[in-house]
Structure formats: structure tokens, C-alpha cells
């Protein structure tokens, strides 16, 4: 567990995953700041066409990556003792899994109807 | 002058302590190691280690005023009061101001800090170009003294796995040697979770080397040629 | 030399060290990554909610409008704001883009200082 993305892997993947989350996030801005009031039918058509609940799911994606290399970091240097890392670390990856699949069976339900 | 230093003697103490040294310099007295000698002959139980005493032999490292430096780079009029002397953070103390070097020195080992090359060596000297030469300044003149592996966080967590940017310094100073022939395989060694990818990059080592070298470049570097390496 | 016992004494008393811009600006990169891990599963949960009924999405919009709802949107919005920046940053010092030492004062400094200020504008505009 703790090798789930090792050394360079996990660097380059952190890195990888930034620049997209960067793109989304300033998208996501301009989206707020720039476009119409957001209300329910306009939030409703940006995450459930077949396009946006795509995009939706990738970034959910790169986000659970992304925390999952930020997280390992974390535990790797403040938590020592071998079992609790490995609670710890599997209690993270179990979140953020259960997060995914939330985030793809909501969309796949709305999306739907 | 106002001291104020870590003191710890294993033989008799279980705690640290703080002590407190009022002393006036001599105005030939210019850095703090020589207030230190000058503090020693008056308490002659007062440890620290010191040899060359002009910032090559990395020996006085230690945390002052919350710094790590060389007492012996240190002038004494930059200095605020109380000087409040302590350890290298994170390293373990075996009395007052001397700690184990031992880890260090292992991680240093550990990354070969010796050129590598099968070839038989030509009858004279294995020649670089003036560029290839200096590729290897700003990692050379690296003393050892721990100042930067000993205020870096990550080597702190990890003593014992992440090499630390002295011993990561010293990695890359090899790396760019061109008479190196073990490239791919020292960075084979460091593409490690701990060994090289502990480092965040906050640069507290090149905010402390005390020979205004840049461990965090070289280990920018490192990871560069990584992954140049694995593309 | 003495040989260390199992347990060594350490010096490490964290307010005792003095921490340069680069390492606030970093233990503030991963207090905000944690926060914004913390808030990925309700973000999930705020999906859920938003897409079920007008209704639903309405009653969303007005918490976050409530007093609580926009504090916790600018602690949100400042993790955001500094994770983004400060992250900005090493992408660039990675590639050698303002790695150098009075660089990246720099540049710490200023992510530090941008955050809250962008924090604070959502606190008192609202994010929409």
C-alpha cells in the first residue's frame, strides 16, 4: 500500500495531476465569475450532459490522486509506528475510493434521466 | 555578552538544560567560536567541537539562535541577545553541543561519493572541458557539516530513509562529473519514495548552507535527470 | 565517542526553530491539503444533494449564505487559494522557474499573502 505510486511515479503523477486540477479550477472560476446567476437548470446542464459528467468524474479522479500521493506524504513522515501507517493509509484509500464511486453513481442516475 | 546554551552531560544529567554565560569579548574576538574557546577556558565542562576554525572542516555546526551555522562563520556583531546555542536540531546529543553524526555519514556512504569508472584510466589524468568542469561548482566545495540536512523537516520524519540534502548534494556532484561512468545507476538508487522524494522543496538547507551552496538545486537537478532517464 | 542510547535525546523543539518563508509557506501547503481532502467527501455529498430536486439546490445555496456557510466557504476558499498558488509555485521551481533562493522568498511571500486576501473577498462578496 504504502508503494501505491513509489518515487518518481508518485512525484510525476502529483505533478500530472496538478496542472489538470489547475485547468479545472481556473475554468471552474471563470465558469462562477463569468457566466449567468448559477441556478439549478444551469448547474444541472454543466455536470449532467454526457460531456460534463465525464469531466466531473475525471477531476474527481485526479482530485483522489492527487490527495492520495499529498496523504501518503503526510503519514510517511508523521506517523512512524508500521500498524497505524497502515490503518491510516488504507482508511484514506478507502475514502477516497467510496468518494469516486459516489461521484460516478450519482452522475450515472442523473445523467440517466 | 549574554549566552545562553543546551547543556547535557549523560553521565550525570537525564534533561537538558539551558545555561546562562555572561562574558565580555576581546576585541580580537570576531566570530562566536571565539567567544566559545574563550568561554571554554572558563568552564572547561563546556563541549563542542571545532577544528579548523575558518568554515572548511564543518566541525562547529550548530543551531544558533535558532539557525543552524559554523560558530566559526558566525560574526559576533550579527548576533541578537541572549545568543541562545543549541544542537543540531534532530540529531541525536551526546553531550552539550556534540551530536551523533553517524546517520549522516551512513547516508553519505550510501550514494558512492567516489567517481565510478570500469575504463582503465589513461596514463595521466582523465581530462575535462572547461564546461564539464563547471558543472561541479556549487557541489564540491560541500564541507559536511550537516548544517542542512539538520534543518530540514523531512530529515527530521525520516533520519533513517530520506538521504537528506547534504547526502543529495554530494549524489549530484557525481551525477555531473562527465569522468562519472554509474550514472544510471546512481539514479536508480535515489528513484526511491524516501531516499530522494522526502524532499518538499522549502529550502531550508539553501537557506542555511553556511558555503552559500544549493542542495535544493541539485536535488531540482536529480529529479530532472530522472526523468530524463525513465522518458 | 559514546555510543547513543536506544532512545537518543534530541534537540527538537519546533518553537525554538526559526523557520524561514519557504517552510511557513509549505506547513500552510499541507494544512490546506488537508483541508481540502477533508472536504472532498462532502463535496461528493453537495453533488448528491445539488442534482436531486430545485429545491435541494436551493436549500444548499442558502446555507452556504448563512453566517456558518461563509465562514467555512473562505476557510475553503483560502485552502483553495494557497494550495493553487503555493502549488503554482514548485510546478514552476521544478522546472528551474524561480528556484533560486530570493525567488522564492519572493514567491512564498507572496502566496501567503495572496490566500487570505482572496479568502477575505469571498467572506464579504459571497462566491456569487
Redesign the interface.
Known sequence: M??LF???R???AQ?FT??ML?AA?LAGVAW?LLGE????AR??AL??TPVGAVL?VLV?AM??VH?WV??R??V???V?PRGLRLALLGA?LL??A??LI??VL?LAT?GAT | MHLRIYRFNPDTDTQPRMQDYDITPEASDKKLLDVLVRLKSVDDSLSFRRSCREGICGSDAMNINGRNGLACLQSLDELKQPVVLRPLPGFPVIRDLIVDMTLFFAHYHSIKPYLINPESPPERERLQTPEQRERLNGLYECILCACCSAFC??FW??PDKFIGPAGLLQAYRFIADSRDTATAERLDYL????R???C?TIMNCTEVCPKGLSPSHAIEQI?LA??KQ?S | MRTPSSTPLKFLNLWQIRFPIGAIASIAH?VS??L??IA??LL?SV??R??QS?AE??AL?AAAASTSGTLILALATWA?AHH?LA??RH?LM?IGIGSGLAQARRSARAALIAAPIIALYVLVRG??
Open positions: 504504502v508503494r513509489s518515487g518518481q508518485a512525484w510525476v505533478r496538478a496542472v489547475l479550477v462562477l446567476p448559477l441556478d439549478y448547474w444541472r455536470v449532467t466531473t474527481f482530485l483522489a490527495g499529498g496523504a506524504d503526510i510517511l513522515d508523521y512512524q484514506i475514502i477516497l467510496a468518494t459516489r461521484v450519482v442523473h | 523537516p523531512s520524519w525520516n528513484d526511491d519514495v524516501y530522494l522524494y522526502r518538499r529529479r530522472l526523468l525513465s | 499541507r491539503g488537508v481540502l481532502l472532498l467527501p461528493a453533488l448528491a445539488s442534482l430545485p439546490f436551493d445555496r483553495l493553487v502549488g503554482i510546478l521544478d462566491l456569487w
